[in-house]
């Protein structure tokens, strides 16, 4: 059974940096693409940074290229988010998602992590 686990979230000030931590299980993610996404309260959830497990192949959210880096660690089996000069818009709920390649979706994500950023 495939499991996505999140954590690294927190309450941190304009600024400052966050480093998630996606620990994934239950398969082998050679052929999927990993990927960050964030809902905010009252708002749609919106992709982040997605990496392809082969390759590492890096995509990214206008809204944060430039301040966060997406990394894998294929013999932990673990994706990392590194944020960085962090903003009071970055606040929300960060999800962690497995696409399939070749997928028309994502076929598996994580529970969440909480990341607050006081102005």
């Known amino acids: 059974q495939v499991h996505l686990g999140e954590s690294g979230g927190g309450l941190v000030q304009a600024g400052g940096s966050l480093r998630l931590t996606c620990d994934a299980s239950g398969r082998t993610f050679s052929s999927y693409a990993m990927a960050w996404f ?13 990496i392809r497990w ?13 301040r966060f880096s997406i990394s894998r ?34 076929n598996y994500w994580g529970q969440g992590t909480q990341v607050t950023v006081s102005g």
Request: aromatic share 12%.
């Open 38 to 50: 964030r809902q905010a309260p009252g708002k749609e959830r919106e992709f982040v940074a997605s």
């Open 73 to 106: 660690h294929k013999v932990k089996n673990t994706v990392y988010l590194q944020m960085n000069t962090l903003k009071p818009e970055d606040t929300a709920v960060y999800y962690c998602a497995a696409q399939r390649v070749g997928s028309d979706s994502y």
């Open 54 to 66: 082969s390759g590492g192949s890096t995509y990214y959210a206008d809204s944060v290229r430039g």
